[in-house]
Antibody, heavy 121, light 110 residues
Framework: QVQLVQSGAEVKKPGASVKVSCKASGYSFTSYCMHWVRQAPGQGLEWMAIINPSGGSTSYAQKFQGRVTVTWDTSTSTVYMDLSSLRSDDTAVYFCARDRFRFWSGYFDSWGQGTLVTVSS | QSALTQPPSASGSPGQSVTISCTGT?????????VSWYQQHPGKAPKVMIYEVNKRPSGVPDRFSGSKSGNTASLTVSGLQAEDEADYYC??????????FGGGTKLTVL
């Protein structure tokens, strides 16, 4: 079955960068887009980015342009999300989520378990 | 890319129906039919309940239905059950391969 397994919790200082991984299994990795979504404590969901592993095209929410980079490694079926210049309001659980289609459809049918990133001095 | 607007809370008694609205703009909900709804229980990852405005994934009860009119999408939960108590989020494609979520609605089953 489809599984998305994310890397463990991180604690970072303001101004640092964090890289979160999402390892996919149980399906053809390059056949579906992957998204990154975050959720601050007690807050709602926030869409951040999408990558199409077939070709590597990416798109980012305007809010994160210049600070977020999503990459992929087809040899390990892993997607990475790198967020730089961290601030305290970046403290959140970061999820990867597979899109059921090869494009932005909004049908996120599988989710990772989430990775808590805490930004604190 | 402003967040879609949802009411912060909604409630209903078991067996009743409740409708949650999600208001966007002519650049997202009003233009595209890629509106989805997610259910999230505390401490869990979200689960898709509706996609492409009104389609239900396999396994989602037909008590859940979606619709759209103009810039506003709606999720209706009929025959409310205790396990429906959760946070609900709408999302929409917003062009240029980007998307946006709503602020979320806490559904309480009285």
């Amino acid at each position: 079955q489809v599984q998305l397994v994310q890397s463990g919790a991180e604690v970072k200082k303001p101004g640092a960068s964090v890289k979160v991984s999402c390892k996919a299994s149980g399906y053809s990795f390059t056949s579906y887009c992957m998204h990154w979504v975050r959720q601050a404590p007690g807050q709602g969901l926030e869409w951040m980015a999408i990558i199409n592993p077939s070709g590597g095209s990416t798109s980012y929410a305007q809010k994160f342009q210049g600070r977020v980079t999503v990459t992929w490694d087809t040899s390990t079926s892993t997607v990475y999300m790198d967020l730089s210049s961290l601030r305290s309001d970046d403290t959140a659980v970061y999820f990867c989520a597979r899109d059921r289609f090869r494009f932005w459809s909004g049908y996120f049918d599988s989710w990772g378990q989430g990775t808590l990133v805490t930004v604190s001095s | 890319q402003s967040a879609l607007t949802q009411p912060p809370s909604a409630s209903g008694s078991p067996g009743q129906s409740v409708t949650i609205s999600c208001t966007g703009t002519s650049s997202d909900i009003g233009y595209y039919n890629y509106v989805s709804w997610y259910q999230q229980h505390p401490g869990k990852a979200p689960k898709v309940m509706i996609y492409e405005v009104n389609k239900r994934p396999s396994g989602v009860p037909d008590r859940f239905s979606g619709s759209k009119s103009g810039n506003t999408a709606s999720l209706t939960v009929s025959g409310l059950q205790a396990e429906d108590e959760a946070d609900y989020y709408c999302s929409s494609f917003a062009g240029r391969n980007t998307g946006v979520f709503g602020g979320g609605t806490k559904l309480t089953v009285l």
